[in-house]
């Protein structure tokens, strides 16, 4: 596709539910990065892939959140047991190998745990 | 701890005026700055980026400035149009072999005709 895909837009989950989103990066973008953006702040770093490897988990805020990327492209964003902190936009982003490239950023995963 | 920060959460400005939004960063380690769009239920988009080895660049109506010494870069708009009235973020970068961008909390700016 044209640009950064992201599905589902919009996910109500009931607290404790485990979830699921995904990611379909530009074609041939070799770096793949997810954020969280809780509402009035700006996008926090959460995961870095290069390729299928993920390089930096850091931002990841429980061991609730789990990224994969298996075959390089796709990545699928599992949190476990939903909280209402989990509540967010979660942002998925691509660009060519690092760094210096842009950014391109998908228009992301609005979840609410209710 | 804010490492970016956007201490105006909004400005209004009228259409054919400069719109001039702030930015400040206390990690010092920062050597690569973005601005970028953001229209409601989209995601942000890349507007304009400065190297910390220059102090300004340019394109098109955007500039962004940078002062070092300040740790405070601005990015400017002429002249605004109603189609700029977005949330611009501000985020910074170092270097870590990728971009991890920390982004400000973000500007709404709203231009009028």
């Known amino acids: 596709g044209a640009g950064v895909s992201q599905s589902p837009r919009y996910k109500v989950a009931k607290r404790g539910q485990d979830v699921a989103l995904r990611c379909d990066p530009i074609s041939g973008h070799v770096s793949l990065f997810w954020y969280q953006q809780a509402l009035g702040q700006g996008p926090e770093f959460l995961t870095y892939?290069?390729?299928?490897?993920?390089?930096?988990k850091s931002g990841l805020p429980s061991d609730r959140f789990f990224a994969e990327r298996p075959e390089g492209s796709v990545s699928t964003l599992k949190i476990q047991r939903t909280q209402q902190e989990d509540s967010a936009v979660y942002l998925c982003?691509?660009?060519?190998?690092?760094?210096?490239?842009?950014?391109?950023f998908g228009e992301g995963s609005w979840l609410t745990v209710v | 701890d804010q490492q970016v920060k956007q201490n105006s959460p909004s400005l209004s400005v009228q259409e054919g005026r400069i719109s001039i939004l702030n930015c400040d960063y206390t990690n010092s380690m920062f050597d690569y700055f973005l601005w970028y769009k953001k229209y409601p239920a989209e995601g942000p988009t890349f507007l304009i980026s400065i190297s910390s080895i220059k102090d300004k660049n340019e394109d098109g109506r955007f500039t962004v400035f940078l002062n070092k010494s300040a740790k405070h870069l601005s990015l400017h708009i002429v002249p605004s149009q109603p189609g700029d009235s977005a949330v611009y973020f501000c985020?910074?970068?170092?270097?870590?072999?990728?971009?991890?961008?920390?982004f400000g909390t973000g500007t709404r700016l709203l231009v009028s005709p």
């Open positions: 982003a691509s660009s060519l190998s690092e760094p210096g490239n842009t950014i391109y």
């Open positions: 985020a910074a970068s170092a270097d870590t072999g990728f971009q991890k961008l920390v």
């Open positions: 892939f290069q390729n299928e490897a993920q390089l930096d």
